[in-house]
């Protein structure tokens, strides 16, 4: 499983950026397709996740400003996030999960930058 993020790159506060998730290679098992972020100094968090059928998970304090959606024909998840503030800066990552009996398994992107500044 390959997972391809893009779409960072540098937003003034309360500017909008759409990334995107491509995700190739032996996806059938991949359930659930989500981001998450890691802000310098701090540990990874989640942002948003979901599932192919399209249930959708966000963490409380992404509510409102950030959209997640998929387009299962393209195998492609995208991340709108509107409003943006310069504390939501940081490296977001793309993560594809496939479960099984043992616990299951997270893919992991690259990470695209997001800077977003005052």
């Known amino acids: 499983v390959q997972l391809q993020a893009s779409g960072g790159g540098l937003v003034r506060a309360r500017g909008s950026l759409r990334l995107s998730c491509v995700a190739s290679g032996s996806i059938s098992s991949i359930k659930v397709m989500g981001w998450y972020r890691q802000a310098p100094g701090k540990q990874r968090e989640l942002v948003a996740t979901t599932t192919r059928d399209g249930t959708i998970n966000y963490a409380d304090s992404m509510k409102g400003r950030f959209t997640i959606s998929n387009d299962n024909a393209k195998n492609t998840v995208y991340l709108q996030m509107n409003s943006l503030k310069p504390e939501d800066t940081a490296v977001y990552y793309c993560?594809?999960?496939?479960?099984?009996?043992?616990?299951?398994?997270?893919?992991w992107g690259q990470g695209t930058l997001v800077t977003v500044s005052s």
């Open positions: 993560n594809g999960f496939a479960p099984s009996w043992s616990g299951g398994t997270h893919y």
